[in-house]
C-alpha cells in the first residue's frame, strides 16, 4: 500500500487539474450512515415509502418524523473528517480543483472545498415550495413538523427525492470536469448508481488517470481504475498528503 501511496502522491504533484469523485463511504467516518449497501439507511425503511418526492407531497410530516428528522440530528452534529479534509488541503495546494459528490451532507464545503457539485442537492437547506424562500436546516424546529415559509406553504429539503431528475447543469459540468481532468479520484463511492457511474468512465476515455479509494475493489476496479488504494479513506488521504508534501 505504501507504494501505492507514493505513486499516487507524485502522480498528484504534477497533475494540473485534478476532479474528485465522492460517496456516501467518504461520509462513514462522520458519522453518517450510507443509504445503500449492507447497513445503509434503506435497508431499514423503504425509499419509496419514504424518500420518494410523491410521498413527500402526500405526506411530509410522515417523512419528517421517519426519514428526515434522523437526517438532520445526524447531519447537525456530523463534522469533515480527514478525508475530506485532504480533499481541502489538496485544493488549497491548487492540485484539486471540483469536487464530484453524490452526498447532501456539504461536509466538503465544511472542510474548505469550494467548488463543489452536488449531484443530489443539499440537505443544509429547506426551500418553500411555493416562493422559493430558504431556510437553514440546522435551525428547523422539530416540534412544528412540517417546517413553514411565512407565506404559508412547507419548506422542503434541497436535496433530490427519488422521482426527480438530477439538475441537468449538474451533469452537464461533471461530464466537462470529467473530460478536463487529469486525475480522477475516487473516493468511498462504487459509483453504480448513475448518473454518477458514467463519469469515472468519461475522464477514463479522455485519458484521465484513475485512482480509486475504497475500502474493497468496485465494479471499476478491474477495467476503469489504474489502481486502487484499499483502506479508510481518512488514514490514506492523511498519508498521501504528508507525502505530497514532502515533494512540494
Ligand atoms: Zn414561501
Same mark, same amino acid.
Given at each position: 500500500?505504501? %507504494? #501505492?501511496? @507514493?505513486?499516487?502522491?507524485?502522480? $498528484?504533484? =504534477? *497533475?494540473?487539474?485534478?476532479?474528485?469523485?465522492?460517496?456516501?463511504? !467518504?461520509?462513514?467516518?462522520?458519522?453518517?450512515?450510507?443509504?445503500?449497501?449492507?447497513?445503509?439507511?434503506?435497508?431499514?425503511?423503504?425509499?419509496?415509502?419514504?424518500?420518494?418526492?410523491?410521498?413527500?407531497?402526500?405526506?411530509?410530516?410522515?417523512?419528517?418524523?421517519?426519514?428526515?428528522?434522523?437526517?438532520?440530528?445526524?447531519? %447537525? #452534529?456530523? @463534522?469533515?473528517?480527514?478525508?475530506? $479534509?485532504? =480533499? *481541502?488541503?489538496?485544493?488549497?495546494?491548487?492540485?484539486?480543483?471540483? !469536487?464530484?459528490?453524490?452526498?447532501?451532507?456539504?461536509?466538503?464545503?465544511?472542510?474548505?472545498?469550494?467548488?463543489?457539485?452536488?449531484?443530489?442537492?443539499?440537505?443544509?437547506?429547506?426551500?418553500?415550495?411555493?416562493?422559493?424562500?430558504?431556510?437553514?436546516?440546522?435551525?428547523?424546529?422539530?416540534?412544528?413538523?412540517?417546517?413553514?415559509?411565512?407565506?404559508?406553504?412547507?419548506?422542503?429539503?434541497?436535496?433530490?427525492?427519488?422521482?426527480?431528475?438530477?439538475?441537468?447543469?449538474?451533469?452537464?459540468?461533471?461530464?466537462?470536469?470529467?473530460?478536463?481532468?487529469?486525475?480522477?479520484?475516487?473516493?468511498?463511492?462504487?459509483?453504480?448508481?448513475?448518473?454518477?457511474?458514467?463519469?469515472?468512465?468519461?475522464?477514463?476515455?479522455?485519458?484521465?488517470?484513475?485512482?480509486?479509494?475504497?475500502?474493497?475493489?468496485?465494479?471499476?476496479?478491474?477495467?476503469?481504475?489504474?489502481?486502487?488504494?484499499?483502506?479508510?479513506?481518512?488514514?490514506?488521504?492523511?498519508?498521501?498528503?504528508?507525502?505530497?508534501?514532502?515533494?512540494?
Amino acid at each position: 500500500m505504501d %507504494d #501505492l501511496i @507514493k505513486k499516487t502522491a507524485k502522480k $498528484l504533484v =504534477l *497533475a494540473k487539474n485534478v476532479a474528485a469523485l465522492t460517496g456516501a463511504g !467518504i461520509s462513514v467516518e462522520s458519522n453518517i450512515p450510507p443509504f445503500r449497501g449492507p447497513g445503509g439507511i434503506w435497508e431499514k425503511i423503504d425509499p419509496m415509502q419514504y424518500a420518494h418526492i410523491d410521498a413527500f407531497i402526500k405526506d411530509p410530516v410522515k417523512v419528517w418524523d421517519v426519514l428526515l428528522k434522523n437526517m438532520k440530528e445526524i447531519i %447537525d #452534529l456530523a @463534522k469533515p473528517n480527514d478525508a475530506h $479534509l485532504g =480533499l *481541502a488541503r489538496l485544493e488549497k495546494l491548487g492540485i484539486l480543483k471540483t !469536487i464530484i459528490t453524490q452526498n447532501v451532507d456539504q461536509l466538503h464545503q465544511k472542510a474548505g472545498n469550494t467548488d463543489v457539485i452536488e449531484f443530489h442537492g443539499n440537505f443544509a437547506w429547506q426551500r418553500c415550495m411555493k416562493c422559493n424562500n430558504r431556510f437553514e436546516t440546522r435551525k428547523v424546529d422539530l416540534t412544528k413538523l412540517p417546517p413553514q415559509c411565512e407565506c404559508g406553504e412547507i419548506y422542503r429539503p434541497e436535496c433530490v427525492f427519488f422521482g426527480e431528475m438530477i439538475p441537468p447543469d449538474d451533469i452537464e459540468r461533471s461530464e466537462q470536469v470529467a473530460l478536463e481532468c487529469d486525475i480522477m479520484l475516487v473516493i468511498g463511492t462504487s459509483a453504480v448508481v448513475q448518473p454518477a457511474a458514467h463519469i469515472p468512465v468519461l475522464a477514463k476515455r479522455s485519458g484521465a488517470t484513475i485512482i480509486e479509494i475504497n475500502p474493497e475493489r468496485t465494479p471499476l476496479t478491474k477495467n476503469i481504475s489504474d489502481w486502487i488504494i484499499i483502506g479508510q479513506a481518512g488514514r490514506i488521504m492523511n498519508n498521501i498528503i504528508a507525502e505530497l508534501e514532502a515533494f512540494l
